[in-house]
Nanobody
Framework: QVQLVESGGGLVQAGGSLRLSCAAS????????MGWFRQAPGKEREFVAA????????YYGDSVKGRFTISRDNAKNTVYLQMNSLKPEDTAAYYC????????????????????WGQGTQVTVSS
């Protein structure tokens, strides 16, 4: 079992930045690949980014590529999502997820590829 708690969400103007954190507890954090997803009201949950256990491989959804960066600190049991150049369409609840297996080639981009989920943190980008 692993428990995930997101933080760092909030209200930001378009063009601004936020850094989300996801703190993990439970089983060995470095055993997990990690992902970030988001869900806007009335929309399906969308893949944002994923990172393998070592941090050496990262993958991004097309809508955030070049603006968001996923990273992890295994010593702190934490994964981060640095979000720059935010747009109103980035407004959503952001969820981190843990996968007790290596990422599939191309990154694990589907919800059912992750076993554990956090409760989410809200990001609102004003225009």
């Amino acid at each position: 079992q692993v428990q995930l708690v997101e933080s760092g969400g909030g209200l930001v103007q378009a063009g601004g930045s936020l850094r989300l954190s996801c703190a993990a507890s439970g089983r060995t954090f470095s055993s997990y690949a990690m992902g970030w997803f988001r869900q806007a009201p009335g929309k399906e949950r969308e893949f944002v980014a994923a990172i393998n256990w070592s941090g050496g491989n990262t993958y991004y959804g097309d809508s955030v590529k070049g603006r968001f960066t996923i990273s992890r600190d295994n010593a702190k049991n934490t994964v981060y999502l640095q979000m720059n150049s935010l747009k109103p369409e980035d407004t959503a609840a952001y969820y981190c997820a843990a996968r007790y297996a290596p990422l599939v080639p191309g990154g694990s981009r589907r919800e059912n590829e992750y076993q554990y989920w956090g409760q989410g943190t809200q990001v609102t980008v004003s225009s």
